[in-house]
């Protein structure tokens, strides 16, 4: 039989996991007004660099980055862990 592609053009792709870690740091930022250029000097790099970080997926993020991030906005570690999803 010959090879179709019925399943690349009718299958929906994966859906991405969700990132809850992503979500407790962006509420955070939302709650306390913190702007961007506030958290790109927190971590150290341009404010370029945090929205080109802020679109990636946190599995992507160096851990020391998040465990930085989460220390300036005041996450504490409890919260930290039971958003991270094996």
Same mark, same amino acid.
């Given at each position: 039989?010959? =090879?179709?592609?019925?399943?690349? %053009?009718?299958?929906?792709?994966? #859906?991405?996991?969700?990132? /809850?870690?992503? $979500?407790?740091?962006?509420? =955070?930022?939302?709650?306390?007004? %913190?702007?961007?250029?506030?958290? #790109?000097?927190?971590?150290? /790099?341009?404010? $370029?660099?945090?929205?080109?970080r802020k679109k990636q997926h946190t599995n992507q993020w160096p851990l020391g980055e998040i465990v930085r991030l989460c220390?300036?906005?005041?996450?504490?570690?409890?919260?930290?862990?039971?958003?991270?999803?094996?």
């Amino acid at each position: 039989m010959p =090879r179709t592609k019925l399943t690349e %053009k009718y299958c929906k792709p994966a #859906a991405p996991p969700p990132d /809850y870690v992503k $979500a407790i740091i962006l509420e =955070r930022i939302d709650a306390l007004g %913190k702007s961007p250029d506030a958290v #790109a000097s927190a971590m150290q /790099y341009s404010r $370029a660099t945090w929205f080109s970080r802020k679109k990636q997926h946190t599995n992507q993020w160096p851990l020391g980055e998040i465990v930085r991030l989460c220390a300036f906005l005041g996450i504490p570690p409890e919260d930290l862990r039971a958003s991270i999803r094996y």
